[in-house]
């Protein structure tokens, strides 16, 4: 089991910043890429961006990339999500998700195939 805590959302204007961490803990050395999705009610959860544990591969979704940046501690098994530019389109509810080592390729851009989810931190970005 691998437990995830976020921490740092909150409320910022259009055009600010705000970083928000997520803390894993349990099987960490299990884990193979640890991502954030977010969601707004009456949506499906989207992919925001991901990194792969082992190589610190980062990708990111369309929407995000040039402002948002994923990063990894390894040591302190975090992963931080540094956010620039923000848009009142990125109000959501943040949530952090681990992926096991997986059997075969995996589509790291979709929900399914990540095993562990956070409780989600609140994002609010006001125009």
């Known amino acids: 089991q691998v437990q995830l805590v976020e921490s740092g959302g909150g409320l910022v204007q259009a055009g600010g910043s705000l970083r928000i961490t997520c803390a894993a803990s349990?099987?960490?050395?299990?884990?193979?890429?640890l991502g954030w999705f977010r969601q707004t009610p009456g949506k499906e959860r989207e992919f925001v961006a991901v990194v792969r544990w082992s190589t610190g591969d980062r990708y990111y979704a369309d929407a995000v990339k040039g402002r948002f940046t994923i990063s990894r501690d390894t040591a302190q098994n975090t992963v931080i999500l540094q956010m620039n530019s923000l848009k009142p389109a990125d109000t959501a509810v943040y949530y952090c998700?681990?992926?096991?080592?997986?059997?075969?390729?995996?589509?790291?851009?979709?929900?399914?195939?990540?095993?562990?989810w956070g409780q989600g931190t609140q994002v609010t970005v006001s125009s």
């Open positions: 349990g099987r960490t050395l299990s884990m193979y890429a």
């Open positions: 998700a681990a992926m096991n080592n997986p059997p075969g390729p995996v589509r790291l851009d979709h929900r399914f195939p990540y095993d562990y």
